[in-house]
């Protein structure tokens, strides 16, 4: 087992050496590399938990025990689970549509779902007041009927949708098409239903996928600022977010409040982490097998 | 199960991939549909599957007409190129999918399953890998594993569409005998898509040559190797000489097959040029009559069952490939750069629209 260890490390070192950088190059490199990462990213982290804990546990914890705080965790809950199942049934059926079948207007589709990443979430948000806001183009119907959309949970919920569309479909769509449609089309001669097909074959080959897509999504729809404060109205323990609740908090000079309730979001985004490198892990080994004959593509027509 | 393909027409955009096929299968025969890629052979195949419709035309299986029928309807077995096993099943569950994917009523028992899987495997010879991964086999384990995964649901007819083409000649070969054997057997009506001759000559009982979405010949291996019909179906099928003109006028015996000419042709822009395999010429060192070709030899490929020549005829630039046996190759005694003279044993005159200067 040793001698197997370490005929790997020399043939590491020795590919290594065949990209001709010497020894130090190579680790001033890594040392640069982990410098700016820790500047950039890790000291600012770290400086979450420590304002926060700076005044001891308690202090950490009163921020846990005010309504509002609770509302704005219940909320995100809220709206990331009307938001990520709604993303998983549209972000699977586009994957499938673009992966498996031809059509006009694939292209155009692709774009679209491409559109959330590329505006700012503000416009996001802004787009719903000026669709169901009171001067917006459906706003005086729906406030004759009473319905409340903007600064109101389906105005949140609506803006964390469209800021989290294309986490799900753009995880999909490359590894289906590098899949292809020849499994599929072997269950359909096999006298498989189209929903059959769908849970035993296409559903397994996706689910790594699939499921790394969903916490993206996840961690996403939680996080997400911009397009929520906009629809939000931030009204107390009503329409706000835990993202909007941090910067409440922050705004009132109650830095230690602010960064605890922040160190609960940080929490979230690094169990996400942790859980996504071993989706990673699991799924690596089933991608890395992948002989070019599984993604070869239904050859054209011969 | 006998099939019918009544007229079918499928175009992709503005590409016609079959133009007008009709063919029949009878039941129980094996079928080679054979032709260069792109012919229009494996659309044939996956229309006949029920995984493409015709445009136009009708596809009958029994006498029944199933054009605007679902696969699941079809019974058919369809072996994919690329084996297309469900990669997260082992063999076993491979091979089960079909059975168990039935409506509960028709639905054999776990027990009734496992027995059939078993049977299954040890026709193909895998029993030992009944519960390994896909990716932990070979690419010949691969195949049978999908040929007894199409079988399990006892298809009407067996659509194989280039079941070995991924796989190495010697792999390929002993599959070939082996789905031939299992074909006797089982007497399924089953449908071989292939671009290769050897393996269509060898494993059908007909073969049907495709070319450009529509049929060129049909005929027993013999038939079509023998008597080719076109000079396309006699290029695709062996190594072949081409020579504008006739070589000779004498009583060498030969077959003379006049081309249809499309319509509208002069019939007196029409040229003749002679086919002849390169095991058909023979070589003589002296001029014995006057309708030999004068050629130098100038490669010998000895190495094979068979001496491979290649001459340069002495008139034109033109390349000849002749194919002896090593004993005549001995009693000859050549080597580069010797002078011979060609004469065909056996040739076929195809007439050609154009003028002979192509």
């Known amino acids: 087992m040793s001698t197997e260890i370490a005929a790997k490390v020399r043939n590491e070192e020795w590919k290594a050496s065949l990209t001709g950088e010497s020894t130090w190059v190579r680790w001033t490199l890594i040392a640069l590399a982990l410098g700016y990462l820790t500047l950039f990213l890790f000291i600012p982290l770290a400086a979450v938990f420590a304002e926060a804990l700076k005044n001891g546990l308690e202090s950490y914890f009163a921020p846990f025990q005010d309504p509002d ?161 906009v629809v939000s109205g931030h009204i ?23 960064f605890a309730v922040a160190s609960l979001l940080t929490l979230l985004a690094i169990v996400t982490l942790i859980v996504k490198t071993v989706i990673e892990r699991k799924s690596a080994p089933s991608r890395s097998t992948h002989d070019p004959a599984w993604n070869a593509q239904p050859g054209s027509p011969s | ?110 027990d009734r399953i496992q027995k059939k899987v078993d049977d299954l495997l040890a026709l193909v010879q895998l029993q030992a890998m ?25 298809p009407k007819m067996l659509l194989l569409d280039e079941p070995f083409g991924a796989l190495d000649t010697k792999v390929r070969k002993e599959l070939r005998r082996w789905l031939r054997r299992l074909h006797d057997e089982l007497h399924i009506t089953s449908i071989l898509v292939t671009h290769d001759q050897e393996e269509a000559l060898e494993a059908a009982d007909r073969v049907v040559v495709m070319h450009q979405g529509h049929i060129e010949q049909t005929g027993t291996p013999e038939e079509v190797y023998e008597h080719p019909a076109t000079p396309f179906v006699y290029r695709f099928l062996g190594d072949v000489n081409v020579f504008h003109g006739r070589i000779s006028q004498d009583e060498t015996p030969r077959e003379e097959t006049a081309r249809e000419l499309p319509p509208g042709t002069d019939s007196s822009g029409e040229h003749e040029v002679t086919f002849v395999r390169p095991h058909d010429l023979e070589l ?29 005829s002495k008139d034109s630039p033109q390349t000849i490939e002749v194919e002896l046996t090593k004993e005549r190759y001995r009693e000859l005694q050549l080597r580069q750069g010797d002078v011979v003279f060609v004469h065909p044993k056996q040739q076929q005159i195809f007439r050609m629209p154009g003028p002979s200067s192509v």
Not at chain 1, 79 to 88: G, I
Not at chain 1, 138 to 149: F, K, M, S, T
Not at chain 1, 181 to 202: D, H, K, N, P, Y
Request: net charge positive.
């Open chain 2, 1 to 110: 199960m006998s099939i019918q393909v009544d007229h079918v027409t499928k175009r992709f955009g503005t590409f016609t991939v079959l133009n007008d096929v009709s063919l029949h299968v009878q039941t129980g025969e094996l079928i080679a549909l054979l032709g260069p890629s792109g012919c229009g052979k494996t659309t044939l195949l996956r229309i006949l599957a029920g995984l493409e419709r015709p445009d136009e035309g009708k596809i009958l299986l029994h006498g029944n007409e199933v054009t605007d029928r679902q696969i699941t309807d079809r019974r058919v077995g369809f072996v994919f190129q690329h084996y297309a096993l469900f990669r997260h099943m082992t063999v076993t569950e491979n091979v089960s999918f079909g059975l168990r994917v039935l409506p509960h009523a028709q639905r054999p028992s776990p």
């Open chain 2, 284 to 312: 003589s060192p002296t001029r014995t009559t006057t309708a030999q070709l004068e050629a130098t030899v100038r490669f010998v490929i000895a190495a094979g069952s068979r001496v491979r020549l290649e001459l340069v």
């Open chain 2, 130 to 154: 009944a519960d390994r991964y896909p990716n932990q086999l070979s690419g010949g384990q691969r195949q049978r594993v999908a040929l007894a995964r199409a079988l399990a649901v006892e």
């Open chain 1, 236 to 258: 107390r323990g009503l329409t706000n977010t835990l993202p909007l609740h941090v910067e409440i908090l922050y705004n009132e000079y109650n830095a230690v409040g602010a």
């Open chain 1, 69 to 229: 705080t609770l509302a704005a965790i219940r909320l995100t809950f809220i709206a990331a689970s009307l938001a990520v199942p709604l993303n998983l049934v549209f972000g699977v059926a586009a994957a499938w549509a673009i992966a498996k079948f031809e059509f006009v207007g694939k292209q155009l589709l692709i774009t679209i779902i491409d559109i959330p990443l590329a505006v700012s979430p503000v416009i996001s948000g802004l787009i719903y007041v000026l669709l169901f806001g009171a001067q917006g183009w459906v706003g005086p119907w729906l406030i004759e009927h009473d319905i409340r959309i903007i600064f109101a949970l389906p105005g949140i919920v609506l803006a964390t949708i469209f800021v989290t569309v294309p986490f799900i479909a753009r995880e999909l769509i490359p590894l289906m098409q590098s899949q292809g449609r020849e499994e599929e089309e072997a269950a359909f001669t096999l006298g498989a239903s189209g929903w059959q097909t769908f849970i035993r074959v296409t559903l397994p080959n996706i689910k790594w996928s699939l499921l790394y897509g969903v916490i993206l999504c996840n961690a996403r729809a939680m996080g997400e600022f911009g397009a929520v404060s």
